[in-house]
C-alpha cells in the first residue's frame, strides 16, 4: 500500500517535481531512510493511459504545459513588452508523474571533460558568460555509471573514439540499426568520419522487470506504453514508494516555498486536484521542477526579507537560460526507409563535439540519423513543395522516403537570457506566469548554420536524392531548459554550490537542468540524471549530520 502522509506532519523532504532529476532525489533519499513527499502539478497515468496521438500530444498539449492555463510570455529583448504567442508556450515540459522523461526521446549523452572547464579552455566570449563548473568530468563519472546501471542504458562502450573515458560498460547492447543509421553510417564514413550506436535510455534487452523496446516508431512527444523507455515513473518512483517513506502527490501544483523569519524553509504551499490550498511541512525542500518552473517558483516564493525572490541574492536566479542549438538537412532517398518503426535515434557521431577556433566561432555538437511522425513530419514542407493539389499529395505520400540528419549543439550562457514573472499575466490559479526573454548568441546562429552544412555533406555522401537543408532562425522557445539557476563557489554570480545547496537558505536545494553551468552539447537529461545521483548523496549526508 503507498504511503501517504498528513500536511500536518512534518517530512524530512519534500521534492518538487517527479522527472528526471525528481524521481532519482525521491528513491535515493526515501532509500537512505528519509521520508519524503514528491509533488507533482500533472496526473498520474497509468502506461495503458498513454496515446500514440501525435495531433493531442503534438498540437493540443496531451502531456505538455497547456498555453491556455498555464500561459508564458515571450520576448527576444529586455527592452521589449512580452507577449503570448499563438498556439504554444515558448518553453515546452511533460506534465505528468515522471515529467519530461515520460516523453523525451532517450538520447543519452555524457559530457566530455571539456565540457566542465570551457572557461578557463576558451576564456571570455563577448556577450556570453562562458565559466567553469564547480565540478569536473571525474567527480561526475562514478555517478554517470550509476545513472547507466540503475535507470538503464544501452549502448556500446569504446563505439566512439571521442567519447570521454568511463568506469564500467553499458548494461545493455545497442538497440537494433534503423535504415537512417545505416544511411548516416555510410555518409558519415565515406567522408572519414566516426558514426556509432546511440547510447538511449530505452531497453533493448529485458532489464529490471521492464520489457526491451517494442518498436513502435514514435519516442520523442510520447510516453512509452510497454515501459522499456527508462522514464522516472517506471524506474526510480516505483522503487522510491517501495521504501515505504515515500509519498507521490500527483495534481498538486506548488507554488510557494514557505519560510520562516530565521530564514529557512518550512515546506510548500500547493494547490490540489480541485485548486483547493494547503501546505506541507517539512524539514527541507528539494526543488527539482525543471529549468523553467524552478526559477519562477523562487521567484514568486519572494518575501520581505528575500524581495528578489528566495535564493536570489546574486540576482542570477532565472538569468542564463541555456537551449541547445542546432541544425539539420531533410534528406530523401530512392527506397522506402520505414522510418515509423523503431526507436527514433540508432546512430550518432561526435567527431564535432568540441569547440574549435578554426571555424571562427565558439560552438560544437554532435549529429543523429532520426525521423519524426508523419503528422509533425507532414507540417515541414520543403520550399517549392506545392502546399495543396497533386504535388503536396505525392510529398504527403513520400514520407517514408524520408530521414533527418539532425545536428545538436552549444547554447552560450547570456545574462539577458532569462525567465522571470510576467507583471501581469496569471495562471489559471491566479499564479503570476512566467515571462521568457531569449535571444540566440551570435555564434550560436553561426555554429547551427555550420552544421547544416554538414549535415548536407553526410547526406549527400549517403547517396540521398533530395536533400532540404535546415532553415536556421533565432530561437523563440525550447524543450532543453538549462542553466538558470547555476552552480558554482561564489554566492556572488551562482545560486547554488557544487552540492546543489542554495547560497541563501541552508535547508532549500534545487537540482535540475537549471544547474547546469554550460548547456553541453545537445542532449542534457542523463547529465542531469547524474546531477541527481550526486546531489541526493551529500544531501542525505548533510541530513544525517544534522547539518541542514
Known sequence: MAKTYKTSETVDFIVVGSGASGGIMARELAQAG?????????????AHEFEHDELKYRNLSGITNNPAVSPQTFRKDPSETAKRMSGRNPLTYARVVGGSSAHFNANFWRLHEIDFIEGSKWGPIEGASLVDWPITYAELEPYYTKVEWEVGVSGLAGASPFDPWRSKPYPMPPLPVKSSGVLFERGARKLGLHPFPSPMAINSVMYRGRPPCAQCGLCGGFACEVMAKSSSVWTMIPEAEATGRCEVRSDSYVFRIGMN????????????????????????????????????????????????????SSGKVGRYLMFNKGGGAMARFENPLNEYKGANVTRILHDFYDSDPKRGFYGGGGFDARSGGPLTWGQSVPKGTPSWGPGFKEYLESYTY??????????????????????????AWGVPAMRVTYKDHPDDIKHAKWQVERAVEIMDAAGAKQIVPGEVGEASGGVH?????????????????????????????LCDGSSMVTSGRGQPTLTI???????????SRFAKANAI
Not at 528519509?34 to 497509468?46: F, L
Request: glycine share 8%; with cysteine.
Open 34 to 46: 528519509h521520508s519524503v513527499i514528491v509533488m507533482e502539478q500533472g496526473p498520474r497515468m497509468g
Open 261 to 312: 523569519k530565521a530564514g529557512r524553509a518550512t515546506g510548500v504551499h500547493y494547490f490540489d486536484k480541485n485548486k483547493v490550498e494547503h501546505f506541507q511541512n517539512a524539514k527541507a525542500v528539494v526543488v527539482c521542477a525543471n529549468g523553467s518552473e524552478t526559477p519562477k517558483l523562487l521567484l514568486n516564493s519572494a518575501t520581505n526579507a528575500q524581495p528578489e525572490g528566495l535564493a536570489n
Open 402 to 427: 524520408w530521414m533527418n540528419c539532425s545536428g545538436h549543439g552549444t547554447s552560450l550562457a547570456q545574462e539577458t537570457n532569462r525567465v522571470d514573472i510576467d507583471p501581469e499575466l496569471k495562471d
Open 481 to 509: 531548459l538549462l542553466g538558470t539557476c547555476r552552480m558554482g563557489n561564489d554566492p556572488a554570480t551562482s545560486v547554488i554550490d557544487k552540492y546543489h545547496r542554495t547560497h541563501d537558505v541552508k535547508n532549500l536545494f
Open 529 to 539: 540524471e547524474a546531477l541527481a545521483f550526486r546531489a541526493a548523496e551529500h544531501i
